[in-house]
């Protein structure tokens, strides 16, 4: 999978948005770790 649009977008985003960016991500691998799997 290439990345590099999405980081270019990624990057034009403040520092503040980008911090949010991550903590959602983390959110949702935590989320979806938490979940058990069939």
Known sequence: M???ATLNQ???LSVQERIRLVQAIL??????HDSPRP
């Open 27 to 32: 959110e949702s691998i935590a989320a979806e």
């Open 10 to 12: 990624i990057v034009s």
């Open 2 to 4: 290439d990345f590099t």
